[in-house]
C-alpha cells in the first residue's frame, strides 16, 4: 500500500504548467494538455487497456473521471481536486485513491453550475454504462 501511496505522490508531481491528466505505470508516463474528461475518454478509444493497471493523476476528478478510471482498469486515482461523488465511485470499486481538496461538486467551465459530465452519469451506478454514455458526450462534441 505505501508503494501505492508514493506513486500517487510521483503521478501528481506531474500535474504541472499546463498539464492536465497524467498515467503512470512503473517508468512509463504519458501526459496530456486536453481538458476535462477528454484525455481518458481518448486514451481508451486508442486502446480499451490504456488505463489498466495504471495509475491517474488528474487535476479535477469527478464521478465521470472516477467511472472511467474503474471501467478501464486503473490501479490508483489522484485529483488535485475531487469530489466526494467520486470518492464514493472509487471506494465502491475498492480502489486507492488521494486528493489535494475534496468538494461536494464539480461544477462547469464558466462556473456557473454543474458539470455536464457529472450531470450526464449523476444517477448511473454502471461503469460501464457511465463509460459508453461519456464516450458518446466527448465525441458528439467533436
Not at 7 to 21: I, M, P, Q, R
Not at 62 to 89: I, K
Not at 108 to 127: H, K, L, S
Request: charged share 25%; hydrophobic share 45%.
Amino acid at each position: 500500500m505505501e508503494k501505492l501511496e508514493s506513486s500517487l505522490k510521483k503521478a501528481a508531481a506531474y500535474l504541472t504548467g499546463d498539464v492536465t491528466c497524467v498515467l503512470c505505470r512503473a517508468e512509463e508516463i504519458q501526459i496530456s494538455r486536453e481538458k476535462g474528461i477528454r484525455p481518458l475518454v481518448l486514451w481508451l478509444a486508442e486502446d480499451e487497456n490504456a488505463l489498466r493497471d495504471i495509475i491517474v493523476a488528474d487535476r479535477i476528478v469527478g464521478r465521470a473521471a472516477a467511472f472511467l478510471a474503474v471501467w478501464g482498469g486503473a490501479r490508483a486515482v489522484y485529483g488535485e481536486v475531487m469530489s466526494e461523488g467520486a470518492v464514493s465511485v472509487l471506494q465502491d470499486a475498492e480502489l486507492v485513491y488521494g486528493y489535494k481538496t475534496l468538494t461536494d461538486r464539480i461544477i462547469n467551465r464558466r462556473g456557473d453550475g454543474p458539470c455536464p459530465m457529472e450531470q450526464a452519469v449523476a444517477d448511473i451506478t454502471e461503469p460501464a454504462q457511465a463509460a459508453a454514455i461519456l464516450r458518446a458526450k466527448v465525441f458528439d462534441g467533436i
